[in-house]
């Protein structure tokens, strides 16, 4: 009996939250799709793929382990600790997966070893409580402010649009660098006021969400550590799921300092490429939940083997995640998988399309706040190539699935 080979990949770029690449990975009849992190420079990533995908013509895609080290063995010298090299190899992995699942019969999440869980728990990403379809605020000016009646209804709105959706935890951003109390463009430091506001701010969303609603804080990574860390001890008392990147992503010993100083629980992660990024905030005693994000960071696997240092270190593992339905159906199997996962995120409470983009074997992708996992083969959904057409990247002159590269 001949092992099946790959015959072709192709890539389409595509908006979801933003611009984005889905990666196609072809053995014979047989496909499996991928989607690399979105608002990542999506040409580079193309170029990547392409350059990635003649050492994948002729290989078995099964061997998924295999071609992932080999990948990143291969760019060690040029680049496989992070960037857009990891986050192309992110859609390949994935792709693959899906893939090795449908030529199997298997679901991925019974590839990974099995389940845990049979519905993976989302938070809805509420950004500050305004946003664009794209991702964005409107108005970039402020999060709207909560002593005003008008910030009251926009917080009171958002959070009952995510709690009649049915999410029982959610997120929202903190961190308005460019409202009336910003005061300086390049210093990390919050002033007196800037703290005040933010208490105001979480105060309230406290007392407009459900007593068993989860809430954890967005920092976005803007500021020093003395100031993270007064942020921190004045929302102490708002009993937080978690403070995200309080500081910046590159010095994992200031995010130390900052996780010594508080009581509130510290999330980090999404900045970080790879395991051996995470073995190092494991050992610097930085966080207290890490959220790689799998379509960014080194893909499925590589996501499971960080969910695994986290259960070590009994910790918990709640993914980042601002992908289309693709990523994060991808994501939930990872979640399934692990015994540690709490949370995978959802930030597309306003991309009217995301269940369009896909059918999924569930049904809805994302449903009273959950994702059903389900024994169909490989991620266990179908791209609606037509729908995918209407949300093309026009602008980026990148293929829709028209330039195969092929053996
Ligand atoms: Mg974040």
Partial sequence: VNAPVITAIDT???????????????A?????????????PVGAIDRIVR????????????QVHLLHETLRRWHLFTGAQGGAVLTALSGIEMALWDLAGRLQGVPVHGLLGGRFRDRVPLYADCHAGTVDAAGHHPDPSRIPDPNTTEGRAVFADAVSVAMERGFRAVKFDVDDVFGALHHDDWNRALT???IERMHRQVGL?????????????????RFDVPSAIRAAQALAEFDLMWLEEPVPPENIAALAA???????????????????AFLELFRAEAVDIVMPD???FGGLAEGRRVAELAELHYLPFAPHNVSGPIGTVAAAHVCATAPNATYLEYHALDLP??????????GPVVKDGVVVMTEAPGLGLTLRIDVAQEHRHESSGLPFFESPVRS
């Fill in 192 to 194: 007196r006021a800037q």
């Fill in 28 to 40: 014979g009849d047989e496909s499996g799709i991928g989607e690399c992190y979105p608002s990542a």
């Fill in 205 to 221: 969303l406290r007392e407009l969400l459900d007593d068993d609603v989860a809430l954890a804080i967005d920092m976005h990574a």
């Fill in 294 to 296: 799998l379509a960014k």
């Fill in 12 to 26: 389409a770029a595509i908006k979801v939250v933003g611009p984005c690449l889905l990666v196609r990975i072809d």
């Fill in 353 to 362: 399309y995301f269940e369009d983009l896909v059918d999924y074997a569930a």
């Fill in 258 to 276: 900052v996780r010594r100083r508080t009581t509130v629980p510290i999330c980090a992660g999404e900045n970080l490429y790879g395991r051996h």
């Fill in 51 to 62: 350059a990635m995908a003649e050492h994948l013509l002729g290989r078995d895609p099964r």
